[in-house]
């Protein structure tokens, strides 16, 4: 079946600091694969997505690159804000349906 | 543009009680999804409507669960009787169209706790 492996969180950085969430995923087939965010008291939003391996998505400062010969998708910032603090879900879509597999959430915590 | 509506935002009731969920997605929006999210999971996919068709609904718990959406716009999801296990987040979503661009517009979503 499909899935997706998130790092624990919380995630708790300074400001300015450098971010990387891991994502890990199992497919059966070719899948596209996303980062959702959801800030909160607001609901998931997309962040960014990339379709095919070694496509890199981004987005607000944020990057992933899809590795299919790792099966990752990892998140990364270069130097985040108060304002990144939010819950950030890793997800892939296979198939027709918009049908997509979440993983659990990491929790990113930014403080001054 | 308003965004996924979703109400009530929490609701608390007794196991065996009925509660029904209300959605109204995006303006234009023709497919409808409803997700369930557990405490400290992601959400899980219960049933998605193109237009009033529902066109997946293999995770549905059917038992207990129903939802419709008259005239492929609003939707309503019901639990009928609830379970302690049904206390979660249920998150309605909607998206232009059907093309599988995974571009989902959720709501902020209706917190159930079952008592």
Request: aromatic share 12%.
């Amino acid at each position: 079946g499909n899935s997706v492996t998130q790092m624990e969180g919380p995630v708790t950085l300074s400001e300015e600091a450098f971010l990387t969430i891991n994502c890990t995923y199992t497919a059966t087939g070719y899948p596209s694969l996303f980062w959702y965010v959801q800030y909160p008291g607001e609901g998931l939003q997309l962040l960014l997505k990339a379709t095919k391996a070694d496509d890199k998505g981004s987005n607000k400062g944020f990057e992933a690159t899809y590795r299919k010969e790792t099966t990752s998708f990892h998140l990364e910032k270069g130097s985040v804000q108060v304002s990144d603090s939010a819950v950030y879900f890793c997800a892939l879509l296979v198939g027709g349906g918009n049908k997509l597999t979440f993983g659990t959430g990491t929790q990113l915590k930014v403080e001054l | 543009e308003a965004g996924v509506v979703q109400s009530p935002r929490y609701k608390i009731i007794e196991k065996k009680q009925p509660v029904a969920f209300w959605c109204n997605p995006i303006s234009g929006h023709n497919t409808l999804y409803w997700y369930r999210q557990n405490l400290g999971q992601g959400p899980e996919l219960l049933i998605r409507y193109e237009n009033e068709e529902a066109v997946d609904d293999s995770q549905l718990p059917k038992d207990r669960f129903s939802a419709e959406r008259l005239k492929g716009v609003d939707s309503t999801l019901k639990i009928q009787p609830a379970e302690l296990g049904d206390s979660a987040v249920y998150l309605c979503a909607s998206s232009f169209r059907t093309g599988d661009t995974g571009e989902l517009f959720f709501g902020e979503g209706s917190r159930l706790t079952v008592l």
